[in-house]
T-cell receptor, first 115, second 107 residues
Framework: ETGVTQTPRHLVMGMTNKKSLKCEQHLGHNAMYWYKQSAKKPLELMFVYNFKEQTENNSVPSRFSPECPNSSHLFLHLHTLQPEDSALYLC??????????????FGEGSRLTVL | KNEVEQSPQNLTAQEGEFITINCSYSVGISALHWLQQHPGGGIVSLFMLSSGKKKHGRLIATINIQEKHSSLHITASHPRDSAVYICAAVSPDKLIFGTGTRLQVFP
C-alpha cells in the first residue's frame, strides 16, 4: 500500500469507446504523474501536474486527455484509442516536482487492452 | 542506445544467494532511484541516492558518480524478492528509466 490508488485495475475497450482512468492520493503531495509502460520498454512519462497545473505533456497523442481537478485526484480520459495503446498505465505522486529531492509513490497500475 | 542501461536483463538465483544488479548511465544526474515492480504491476520506491551507499534491511544500493554507475545488492535472497528492479536517473528534473532487470529467486 503506497497511498496511491488507481481504478480500474483492468480495462478492456474498443477503439470507439470513451473511458477514464482515475488516480487518487492522500499523501499531501503536490506533483502527480501519468506513465505508460509497454512490454520490453522503459517507463514513458506522459503528463505531469504540479499544484494542479500541467507542467509537461510529453508529446502524447490527443486521444489521451488528462484532468487534474485538485491536488489529490488525477484522471486520464481515453477516446478512440488504437490497439498499440494497450499497456500498463501507472500513476505516481511526489512531494514536489523536483525529483532529486523526494521519492516517487506509484499506484498499482491500470492494465488497458484496446481491441 | 538508452541513456540508462541495466544489466543483466534477466537473473535467476537460488534462495540465499547474493544478488547484484547494475545500472549505468551516460548523462549527468543529480540523483538515482531504484524501484521494485511486483508481478501485479505496482511499483515501490526502494532507494533514492545521490552519492555513496544506502542500506535498508537486506538491500544495499551504491552509486559512483565519477564512473556513472550504480548497483543494487540483495543479500540472502528470498523468493519474495522475485520482481523487476528498475533504476531511474534524475537528469536534470526528469526521470530516465532503465528497462529493468527481471529477478527470479527459487527456493
Amino acid at each position: 500500500e503506497t497511498g496511491v490508488t488507481q481504478t480500474p485495475r483492468h480495462l478492456v475497450m474498443g477503439m470507439t469507446n470513451k473511458k477514464s482512468l482515475k488516480c487518487e492520493q492522500h499523501l499531501g503531495h503536490n506533483a502527480m504523474y501519468w506513465y505508460k509502460q509497454s512490454a520490453k520498454k522503459p517507463l514513458e512519462l506522459m503528463f505531469v501536474y504540479n499544484f494542479k497545473e500541467q507542467t509537461e505533456n510529453n508529446s502524447v497523442p490527443s486521444r489521451f486527455s488528462p484532468e487534474c481537478p485538485n491536488s489529490s485526484h488525477l484522471f486520464l480520459h481515453l477516446h478512440t484509442l488504437q490497439p498499440e495503446d494497450s499497456a500498463l498505465y501507472l500513476c505516481a505522486s511526489s512531494q514536489d516536482w523536483s525529483l532529486a529531492f523526494g521519492e516517487l509513490f506509484f499506484g498499482e497500475g491500470s492494465r488497458l487492452t484496446v481491441l | 542506445k538508452n541513456e540508462v542501461e541495466q544489466s543483466p536483463q534477466n537473473l535467476t538465483a537460488q534462495e540465499g544467494e547474493f544478488i547484484t544488479i547494475n545500472c549505468s548511465y551516460s548523462v549527468g544526474i543529480s540523483a538515482l532511484h531504484w524501484l521494485q515492480q511486483h508481478p501485479g504491476g505496482g511499483i515501490v520506491s526502494l532507494f533514492m541516492l545521490s552519492s555513496g551507499k544506502k542500506k535498508h534491511g537486506r538491500l544495499i544500493a551504491t552509486i559512483n558518480i565519477q564512473e556513472k554507475h550504480s548497483s543494487l545488492h540483495i543479500t540472502a535472497s528470498h523468493p519474495r524478492d522475485s520482481a523487476v528492479y528498475i533504476c531511474a536517473a534524475v537528469s536534470p528534473d526528469k526521470l530516465i528509466f532503465g528497462t529493468g532487470t527481471r529477478l527470479q529467486v527459487f527456493p
